[in-house]
């Protein structure tokens, strides 16, 4: 078991000499969660993109929005199913967990794609990773309209924890194990080790 420690401070980061992601097709779009083309496979779900997969681990109690979530043909549509069953079905504890639930998205991601996106996240080189969103200051940063973005960043400092260890041992990271969080299900089923798809 594995748990992720994120600096979750607001952070500048320079657009020079970064590696900034905001459209799936655009340079560095394979960083997004959004991006297809990184197919995964938890609990014998095919799921399309990591976003599908994180949104779907909102409602472990529930697996017919997970189907729903997961059943959607484009990430952005997962996304929106997810929101609107938030309210009614999400897992009270989601904003104490939803780091390390993105670690563990992204660690799958990963271990089922580890030439393809590991490679996109090798020939990022030493540079900051950072996703640009106009809304997100947690998860992207902002663009401040000066050659600068402002924001938490988390999920490009979660992509650089990863570069790191693929950077050192990128075949250690073919197996994720289950993280430290109760009641992790997908589809009815509690979540293990996960392996190569």
Not at 61 to 70: A, G, N, R
Not at 155 to 184: C, E, H, W
């Amino acid at each position: 078991m594995e748990q992720i420690t994120v600096d979750l401070s607001v952070q500048m980061y320079a657009r020079a000499g970064s590696a900034v992601f905001n459209k799936t097709k655009e340079k560095w779009g394979e960083l997004s969660n959004m991006r297809a083309g990184f197919p995964l496979r938890v609990n014998g779900a095919e799921i399309r993109t990591s976003e599908a997969l994180y949104q779907a681990l909102r409602f472990p109690d529930h697996p017919e929005v997970q189907q729903l979530i997961i059943a959607d043909n484009s990430p952005k549509g997962a996304k929106m199913r997810s929101k609107s069953h938030r309210r009614e079905f999400a897992r009270k504890d989601w904003d104490e967990i939803q780091v390390q639930v993105m670690w563990w998205c992204l660690r799958v991601k990963l271990a089922q794609n580890l030439e393809s996106f590991g490679g996109e996240l090798f020939i990022t080189g030493d540079k900051p990773i950072v996703e640009e969103s106009a809304n997100d200051k947690f998860w992207g940063a902002k663009d401040q309209g000066d050659g600068t973005l402002k924001g938490a960043n988390v999920l490009g400092k979660l992509l650089m924890a990863l570069r790191a260890r693929y950077k050192a041992d990128p075949t250690a990271l073919r197996s994720v194990p289950q993280p430290q969080i109760g009641n992790f299900r997908l589809m009815g089923q509690e979540i293990g080790t996960i392996g190569v798809a």
